[in-house]
């Protein structure tokens, strides 16, 4: 049977706990839904099973509506981290329950119990009380009584939770066998990455209540597409690289092509480095690999067939990290060896080692950092500060880096620049936007967390970084989204339709290529006054404005129509795309000139 | 930890002394004093005082109350613990707040409460002598009382342990399968039937020996509404003391009957003590 969650919310009072999601699982897929505790994967697992009701969307089993038929009536398996075994019937009386409450018969029932019970090889047990099983054996109970009623759907809530390591292994094994003889669509929730691995044949990635990723595990940990995953299925090295016509620079490196997975484009790019494609040498000559740096070795530690080390960097090294780092505190790698690597070269701790990378990804993020651009450590301090950045890095795991002029790093081009939204703005963005920056975001003094996304655009040509830029921030805000189309009062009826439609349009592409839902409003006015009387208003808005043009263009735009924008109450963010002004109707010829952005849409964060 | 076996000290078989002399001069003593007053005359005037026409009324009265009262204090406990317990809704704490105000109002503004509301100056008072039902100074009024009074006493034992057991077993029946009732049959009941016994002995106890409240609406009138505590006062008052001890004596029995249940199973089930659910 299979199953599909339409764009599912779940809410407890102002707390959004499941968001947005949309997943579809194929009949006999063994998924995992794995995430951080209170990511939102018990609740929407309990949502399938009919035992919580949701605020949005549809739940269908093999295209069937079910959102509102009552557990009872669902006929899905369950089974609980916590067993949830009748404490006072039998074993056998347990497996038979959901028999015995559909009138069945003794003898039919009985077979039906031996069955189950050889299948979890417990057969010996028929007439024991739970409380006299070991908590491995109380759980194949419970997956046992769970099949009785022969459900084509099997949810298991971290149904290894309370078990010891090698009994979680055998019981592993025995689901898997099961739901492979069995044949049934199977859910598990977890938040052992190790376990979805082994289990799943598709794994989707839970995160504050959004759905981030779905995939195969081998080309989740591969490749995927947000910092979050990234760290989240395995250990990672995350690098601010830049690409160019010449491939991916990593600090001094050069890394060619071949080595990285998407290596056109231009500009700065998250690079996701796994431990085990770190290569270490004790000189630069004897890496078979592109050498990255050199570092001394902090710290290593045996893990069985591998061994994983800390390889310190020195702190004047040109590799810079995509996350965080704590005050000035040098950038430390995680690298794991085999066997054989071990052999090859032992290490100590202390000892200097030349680094080498065999294997990069690039995440198609459009926000690889927060530059901040200031004048002053304090101002500095205080857009760092701020509720709106504060949190949209901490949820993205994206790094802070002050870029102010002086330091010698506002050469950088991509990322998201930073500043205060003051009477200085205009220049300072100017000057960005010489540089190449194309997206910035400006932050009023004392703004507070927004609630609300109003996103506009000044022109086609400007809408699909726009957009890319949106789903990228929506992700990591619990807030609304709506795209707004400002109509002139004298427009002709011609381009109120074209307006209309294009709105439909815009939010069926972010469906689409995002896979986020936007509210569309058509507004009668001036874009510039709208977006001014918003910007001044007391309400929590991010306005998200995208415009098109040159540098000078873009300046002389923000200029003439939107300088009061800039000195209002809400948090704007720019997305400047360098393209020639598209004329409205030329936008389908736009499409070829905009080709770095519409890569970044693919898989934006 | 375990307490040890013996007093180890002589400060511990202080202690041990003082409280078990407390409990003998306070408790002990005067039941004591019941049996020994009770027999005082021999067996004959004892039986004698049992075979008073008004002391049979008394016992039959005292009876039906509790077999009206205690069932259906039971069905408003389970009713009440269940949906405090399995579910989540507005006024959950006012609920429980409600439960607990028979423990801390005194019984005799109970049972005043109940006068005020059916008795014939009461809000309801003209409109039962209309129609000629006699609440107060009757049984229903008397029935009204002891259910009050007792009403605590099965939810507030069935509260922490349902609480304790979660509602994880039910949740499963349910995906299983099974309709509410057949859930609360086959997995709620069976899991709280001990200490639902248990509740409801407290509860009979209560009912049988409660004394303000059912003074107060009962208006003593002798063989139609005397329970046993009130004809052992008007025995008491009447100077015949080998009457009000015989009948005490006869309460006492039933008290104690239910206290011996009580702790046999507790044996059986030491679980209830704590008030908690069994160990998953």
């Known amino acids: 049977m299979s199953i599909d969650f339409e764009r599912i919310s779940k809410r407890y009072g102002e707390l959004t706990v499941v968001n947005d999601v949309s997943l579809h699982i194929a009949s006999g897929e063994f998924f995992v839904l794995l995430g951080p505790s209170g990511s939102g994967k018990s609740t929407l697992l309990r949502a399938a099973a009919g035992l919580t009701g949701i605020e949005d969307g549809r739940i269908l089993f093999d295209r069937r509506d079910v959102t509102h038929v009552p557990a009872r009536q669902r006929g899905v398996g369950l089974v609980f981290q916590h067993y949830a075994l009748f404490r006072h019937m ?101 938040h052992d990455q190790e376990e979805a691995f082994a289990l799943g044949d598709r794994i989707g990635v839970m995160h504050n209540g959004r759905l981030l990723e779905t995939g195969k595990p081998e080309m989740l940990y591969r490749h995927p597409a947000t910092r979050f995953v990234a760290t989240f299925l395995g250990a990672a090295n995350l690098f601010l690289g830049e690409l160019s016509a010449g491939g991916l620079k990593l600090g001094q490196a050069q890394i060619a092509a071949a080595d990285s997975q998407r290596a056109s484009g231009h500009g700065e790019a998250v690079t996701v480095v796994r431990p085990e494609d770190i290569e270490l040498a004790d000189s630069e000559a004897r890496l078979h690999s592109t050498p990255l740096c050199s570092g001394h070795v902090q710290s290593l530690s045996f893990a069985g067939g591998v061994q994983r080390l800390r390889v310190q960097l020195p702190g004047d090294s040109a590799v810079q990290s995509a996350v965080n780092l704590a005050n000035a505190a040098p950038l430390v790698l995680e690298v794991t060896r085999n066997s054989s690597e071990q052999l090859q070269l032992a290490l100590n701790a202390g000892q200097r080692v030349a680094v080498g990378v065999r294997r990069v990804h690039l995440l198609p993020t459009p926000i690889s950092s927060f530059r901040i651009l200031a004048d002053s450590a304090q101002d500095a301090s205080q857009l760092r500060n701020s509720p709106l950045l504060n949190q949209l890095a901490t949820s993205m795991r994206a790094r802070i880096i002050d870029s102010t002029a002086s330091s010698g790093e506002g050469n950088v081009t991509q990322g998201v620049a930073v500043l205060a939204a003051d009477s200085r703005a205009i220049p300072t963005i100017a000057a960005a936007l010489a540089r190449g920056t194309q997206r910035l975001l400006c932050i009023p003094a004392g703004a507070p967390l927004p609630r609300r996304v109003v996103i506009c655009t000044d022109s086609d040509a400007a809408r699909p970084a726009a957009l890319a830029l949106v789903a990228s921030v929506m992700r990591h805000l619990h807030a609304e989204a709506t795209f707004v189309s400002v109509q002139s009062p004298a427009a002709p009826r011609g381009d109120v339709a074209g307006s209309f439609r294009r709105l439909l349009d815009t939010r069926a592409e972010l469906l689409e290529s995002h896979g986020l839902d936007v509210r569309t409003d058509l507004q009668v006015g001036a874009l510039d006054d709208w977006l001014a009387r918003l910007a001044a208003s007391e309400e929590q808005t991010l306005i998200v404005l995208g415009v098109a043009g040159d540098a000078a263009q873009i300046e002389a735009t923000l200029t003439q129509r939107f300088q009061p924008l800039l000195g209002g109450r809400c948090p704007v963010l720019l997305s400047c795309s360098h393209a020639p002004v598209a004329t409205l109707g030329a936008a389908g010829a736009m499409a070829s000139a905009q080709e770095p952005d519409q890569q970044l849409i693919d898989g934006a964060e | 930890m375990k307490p040890s076996r013996v007093p180890a000290n002589l400060g511990a078989m202080l202690l041990l002394g003082v409280a078990l002399a407390y409990v003998g001069v306070l408790v002990l003593l005067p039941l004591l004093v019941v049996f020994v007053e009770a027999l005082r005359s021999g067996v004959g005037a004892y039986l004698e005082a049992l075979s008073d026409p008004y002391a049979h009324s008394a016992i039959r009265l005292t009876l039906m109350t509790a077999a009206i009262s205690v069932p259906l204090n039971l069905v408003f406990g389970v009713a009440a613990s269940w949906a405090i317990t399995k579910f989540d809704f507005r006024g959950k704490n006012a609920l429980i707040t409600l439960i607990d105000l028979p423990f801390a109002v005194s019984p005799v503004i109970s049972g005043l409460i109940y006068l005020l509301v059916f008795g014939a100056q009461g809000w309801l008072g003209p409109w039962l002598l209309e129609h000629d039902i006699r609440v107060v100074f009757a049984v229903p009024g008397i029935i009204l009382a002891t259910t009050f009074v007792t009403f605590p006493f099965v939810a507030r034992e069935l509260i922490p342990l349902m609480q304790a057991q979660g509602t994880d077993e039910e949740v499963t029946a349910l995906s299983l399968g099974a309709s509410g009732w057949q859930t609360f049959w086959l997995v709620t009941l069976p899991n709280i039937r001990w200490g639902l016994l248990y509740g409801v002995l407290l509860c009979n106890a209560r009912a049988m020996g409660e004394f303000g409240a059912v003074s107060v609406v009962s208006g003593h009138i002798r063989g139609l509404t005397n329970t046993l505590p009130l004809h052992i006062e008007i025995l008491h008052k009447e100077y015949n003391p080998v009457g009000a001890f015989a009948t005490a004596a006869l309460l006492a029995m039933l008290a104690l009957v239910t206290l011996i249940t009580k702790s046999l199973l507790e044996m059986r089930h030491p679980e209830l003590r704590q008030g908690v659910a069994r160990q998953r």
């Open chain 1, 90 to 190: 039998t074993v056998g009386e347990n497996v038979e329950f959901a028999l015995r409450v559909r009138g069945v018969k003794h003898a039919d029932r009985a077979r039906r119990r031996n069955e189950l019970l050889q299948l979890v090889a417990l057969d010996d047990f028929t007439n024991r009380m739970p409380g006299q099983l070991s908590g491995g054996q109380q759980q194949r109970v419970a997956v046992a009584r769970a099949l009785a009623h022969e459900p084509a759907v099997l949810l298991l809530d971290e149904p290894f939770g309370a078990l010891d390591a090698q009994i979680r292994v055998e019981l592993r094994e025995t689901i898997r066998q099961v739901q492979r003889r069995l044949g049934m669509t199977t859910i598990l929730v977890t």
